[in-house]
C-alpha cells in the first residue's frame, strides 16, 4: 500500500515507550475498511565512513546480528534522539560505533533520504485526516582521517560482531553478498556506488 496516498479515517493508541509506539490505523480501500498496526520511532540517520589510504577508498562497516535478517555487515546506523540534531547523531554514532575520536572527522556530507528497513514505520504519530509520514533514513558519507585507527569497542555480542575497513571492491561484494535483504543493504549499495563513481571520476 502507499502509505503516503491514504488517508487514516481512525486512530488508535495501542501503547509504546519513549523510543517507539504502536498504533492501529484504519484506512478506507475502496469499499471496505482496513486496519493496520504501524509502528512510530525515532528517525534515523545512516553513515558511511570512509577514507582514502594510498590513493585507494577504504569505507569501515559492522557485522551485525539483526534479528530479521541474521548476520550481515551495515554502515552506522544511528537512531536520532529527541534533543539532537542529524549531524549530531551522525558524529555519536561515529564515536560510539567506530571509536573514532572527533578530531578524526574531516567531514559528513549529507546525501539524501534513503529506504526504510522495514514498512509500516511511521516518523511521527497519525493524525485522522491527514497523510502519513514514512520513516526515511538520513543518509551521510563520513570522511575520516587516512591514519585513524578504529577504536576499541565493547562490542555487544547479542548485537555488534565485528568491525573492519574494506576496500571498495571488498564491501561490493560483502554488501551484495547479503542478497540485499534490507533498507540498510539498499543504502548501504547506494553509498558505495556513490563513492566508487565519484573515484572513477577523480573527485575524490
Known amino acids: 500500500m502507499d502509505w503516503e496516498r491514504h488517508i487514516p479515517i481512525?486512530?488508535?493508541?495501542?501503547?509504546?515507550?519513549?523510543?517507539?509506539?504502536?498504533?492501529?490505523?484504519?484506512?478506507?480501500?475502496?469499499?471496505?475498511?482496513?486496519?493496520?498496526?504501524?509502528?512510530?520511532?525515532?528517525?534515523?540517520?545512516?553513515v558511511l565512513p570512509w577514507r582514502?589510504?594510498?590513493?585507494?577508498?577504504?569505507?569501515?562497516?559492522?557485522?551485525?546480528?539483526?534479528?530479521?535478517?541474521?548476520?550481515?555487515?551495515?554502515?552506522?546506523?544511528?537512531?536520532?534522539?529527541?534533543?539532537e540534531s542529524s549531524a549530531t547523531a551522525v558524529y555519536r554514532g561515529i564515536a560510539e560505533e567506530g571509536g573514532f575520536p572527533l578530531s578524526s572527522v574531516q567531514g559528513i556530507e549529507f546525501i539524501g533520504y534513503g529506504f526504510s528497513e522495514k514498512d509500516r514505520l511511521l516518523e511521527k504519530d497519525p493524525v485522522v485526516g491527514e497523510?502519513?509520514?514514512?520513516?526515511?533514513?538520513?543518509?551521510?558519507?563520513a570522511r575520516i582521517n587516512s591514519i585513524a585507527e578504529l577504536g576499541c569497542l565493547k562490542l555487544d555480542p547479542e548485537e555488534n560482531i565485528e568491525i573492519l575497513w574494506f576496500s571498495l571492491k571488498n564491501a561490493f561484494k560483502t554488501v551484495t553478498g547479503e542478497g540485499m535483504r534490507s533498507g540498510?543493504?539498499?543504502?548501504?549499495?547506494?553509498?558505495?556506488s556513490l563513492l566508487k563513481i565519484r573515484e572513477m571520476r577523480g573527485d575524490i
Open 10 to 46: 481512525t486512530v488508535e493508541l495501542l501503547g509504546g515507550n519513549k523510543w517507539v509506539k504502536l498504533f492501529d490505523v484504519t484506512f478506507k480501500d475502496r469499499e471496505k475498511n482496513i486496519t493496520y498496526t504501524m509502528v512510530v520511532t525515532n528517525p534515523s540517520v545512516v
Open 52 to 83: 582514502k589510504v594510498n590513493e585507494q577508498i577504504e569505507v569501515m562497516l559492522l557485522k551485525v546480528f539483526r534479528q530479521a535478517a541474521g548476520v550481515c555487515w551495515e554502515a552506522i546506523n544511528e537512531g536520532i534522539k529527541p534533543e
Open 131 to 141: 497523510k502519513l509520514e514514512p520513516k526515511r533514513k538520513r543518509i551521510f558519507l
Open 184 to 192: 540498510f543493504s539498499a543504502n548501504l549499495a547506494y553509498l558505495l
